[in-house]
């Protein structure tokens, strides 16, 4: 019998001596390999905090304390802990556990998240709860040096550093985002890691004074004097020290006695600690260590060698999205590349690898990287923007107030558009739609196969004013990709089948959704037409209004929200049009999405032929 079998609550766990707690690493390890090797999952950043979730556990006292996890796909040991150890076989899956933390799932998961650097400002919030309440307990955020990098992480230090809040964060560097790690907070990061030494820091911080225009070298000398001067060259994590936050580190995060100890200490503490530990991601798998980028988030894979389970599939949206935008990268010298930490998720990698000068990634900072793109534009360059749509949340007024405002030529490439699968709630990109087509001159596009979406990269490249391009998360649908550049014209959309009995209409690869119920269709006698949209805002009036006119029924179809989706833009120009009696069935979702395989989402929201055709022949009974 495995350790980790008898192991059902964090209970458990205080009992334990250290060599039990090195057996038990090795056991939880071992369990997600097994598991996360078929199910695909978080890997790496979650055989790098192994002991670090011990040692949580074994020195607090959860659920009472509170430990909120950033991001959260970092949570899978604490799940296994904290009673989820026999569900966790269905981590991921339709109706299984989901990848992060979930209140509705237990009461050891605090707060729900998916997206990055949120965790201070819960834990702050969780504090302050408490203290108004008078009650007593902890609150720790686990934070990666990914998430550090996020501008919500500042803004929630900033509110802590000036208060007396007791709180504990917990910084776990690890070198890494999904990709290495970029920006000057993880410079700073890597020079107290493997710079601890008093002479050098000593010099470092002098030399930095003394190069201070004119005062500099009197301001050296007094520093050197001055009572504070000295924390200045004794005190690592001086950054945080300042920004009133006590530091303690840095700890090696594999060393389970080590962490205890500061997690201990830092109990002790009054008002907000931050401890700051080094770990390795993929610590404990070879081929995980070796490559933590791409262990980061895998699919399936041999666990024996590593080696990804090998699909025979067309080229991914994304894949087709980074071979354009490098083709026209060549050709043009005014584009240049934008990407918040997601660089390989969203295609760029060749980009970088290609035109390092013309490429950015900005970290975890999506509004930044919205801002800093509408500049770019201004001063003549064709920034193009690629980030996943659940992202473009955290920058919907930058896109508003920014880039469209004043009509900065930005293309913002919404990569992971629809619902994406394993990831489920926090990641579906199921509300862009509904977001960017409100917001005057910015031109939507969504194309229904991997060739279009390359004809509309190089079509929003011409235009006069910002435009969003959606794409999926999956494989295209298998189309010959055209080798010359076509140019859409703008707010034209195609109508790809003739009906007289009922209109079709779709936004985005759902097109061929539509295309093959209306074979079904005709083969009941149902004339169906078929509408590729293309574009929202502006759409195209004259063809929606003369179709729907024609066969006074429409089915509406989109991988998104129903509110505010494609299917009510249409509905809007229909009623500006005048055009009434029209019967009509709108298909997409109306609420957050499970997660799982996304063929079984769609089915379970009727995104499928089937839905589409039983919903149209409803709507053939309903009208004569
Ligand atoms: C707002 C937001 N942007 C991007 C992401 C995608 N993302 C998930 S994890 C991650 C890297 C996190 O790095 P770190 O916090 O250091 O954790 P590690 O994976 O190294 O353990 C990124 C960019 C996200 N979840 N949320
Ligand atoms: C946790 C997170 O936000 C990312 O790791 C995300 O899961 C990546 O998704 P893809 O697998 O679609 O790149
Ligand atoms: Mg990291």
Redesign the pocket.
């Known amino acids: 019998m495995r350790l980790l079998d008898k192991i059902d609550s964090p209970t458990d766990l205080k009992s334990l001596n250290e060599s039990d707690l090195t057996v038990l690493a090795e056991e939880l390890r071992q369990e997600m390999i097994d598991i996360i090797s078929v199910n695909g999952g ?1 890997l ?2 979650n055989l ?2 192994v002991e670090l979730t011990l040692a949580l556990h074994r020195v607090f006292d959860t659920p009472t304390d509170k430990i909120i996890w ?2 959260g ?2 949570a899978y040991v604490h799940k296994i802990l904290t009673g989820r150890k026999d569900a966790f076989k269905t981590i991921r899956q339709f109706h299984g556990l989901a990848g992060f933390p979930k209140r509705e799932e237990s009461e050891y998961d605090c707060f729900d998240t ?4 949120t965790s201070i400002s819960a834990a702050l919030g969780f504090a302050k709860a408490r203290d108004i309440k008078k009650e007593n307990y902890h609150v720790v955020a686990v ?6 990098s ?1 501008g919500m992480a500042y803004e929630a230090m900033n509110h802590a550093g000036n208060s007396d809040s007791n709180l504990i964060i917990v910084l ?3 070198e ?3 990709s290495q ?1 970029v920006g000057a907070m993880s410079s700073y990061l890597n020079k107290i890691r493997t710079d601890p030494s008093y002479d050098r820091r000593k010099k470092d911080v002098q030399k930095f004074i003394r190069n201070i225009p004119c005062i500099g070298s009197s301001m050296a000398k007094a520093a050197g004097r001055a009572k504070d001067g000295i924390k200045y060259f004794l005190v690592p994590g001086l950054l945080f020290e300042e920004l009133g936050l006590t530091y303690l580190g840095p700890i090696n995060g594999h060393d389970i006695a080590a962490l205890e100890k500061v997690l201990h200490q830092a109990k002790q503490k009054k008002g907000p600690v931050l401890v700051h530990i080094k770990t390795c ?1 993929g610590n404990g798998y070879e081929p995980a260590k070796q490559s ?1 980028d791409i262990f ?1 988030g895998v699919g399936p894979f041999s666990k024996e060698t590593g080696e990804m389970v090998k699909k025979n599939a067309p080229p991914t949206y994304t894949e087709v999205f980074g071979r354009t935008i490098c083709e026209l990268a060549e050709e043009d010298n005014r584009i240049v590349a934008v990407t ?3 660089g390989s ?1 969203t295609g760029l990698n060749n980009f970088g690898q290609n035109y390092p000068e013309r490429f950015f990634d900005v970290g ?1 900072a ?1 509004p930044h990287a919205v801002t800093f793109a509408a500049a770019l534009a201004l001063e003549g360059l064709k920034p193009v923007v690629s ?2 749509s ?2 473009y949340q ?1 920058a919907y007024d930058q896109v508003l107030h920014d880039v469209c405002l004043q009509n900065a030529k930005v293309v913002f490439a919404v990569d992971r558009a629809g619902v994406v699968g394993e990831d489920g709630k ?2 579906h990109g199921i509300f862009d739609i509904s977001f960017f087509r409100t917001i005057p001159n910015l031109t939507l596009m969504a194309p229904k196969d991997e060739n279009e979406l390359k004809h509309m990269i190089h079509t929003a490249l011409t235009l006069d004013n910002p435009v969003a391009v959606r794409y999926p998360r999956s494989a295209g649908v298998g189309v010959k990709i055209d080798k010359e550049f076509e140019t859409l014209p703008k707010g034209k959309a195609e109508l790809l089948r003739e009906g007289q009995d009922i209109t079709l209409i779709g936004f985005g690869p759902v097109v061929n959704f539509c295309m093959e119920a209306a074979k079904q269709l005709e083969s009941e006698g149902i004339q169906a037409g078929v509408i590729n949209l293309r574009f929202i805002n502006p759409i195209d009036r004259e063809m929606v209004t003369a179709e729907v006119q024609k066969t006074g029924r429409l089915v509406t179809v989109e991988d998104h929200i129903l509110a505010g989706g494609m299917g009510s833009a249409v509905l809007e120009v229909l009623e500006e049009e005048g055009i009434q009696g029209t019967a009509v069935e709108r298909i997409g979702y109306d609420d957050y999405v499970e997660h799982g395989a996304i063929p079984l989402l769609h089915q379970d929201c009727g995104l499928t032929i089937e839905h589409i055709v039983s919903v149209s022949r409803e709507l053939m009974k309903n009208r004569c």
Request: glycine share 14%; aromatic share 6%; hydrophobic share 35%.
């Open positions: 978080h790496a950043s790098g905090v950033d991001v796909h970092q998916g997206h990055a650097s934070i990666g040096d990914g998430a550090m996020g776990n560097d690890n890494m985002f999904i790690n991601k933590p980061h918040a930490a997601m998720g975890i999506e980030m996943y659940t992202f955290r926090t990641h």
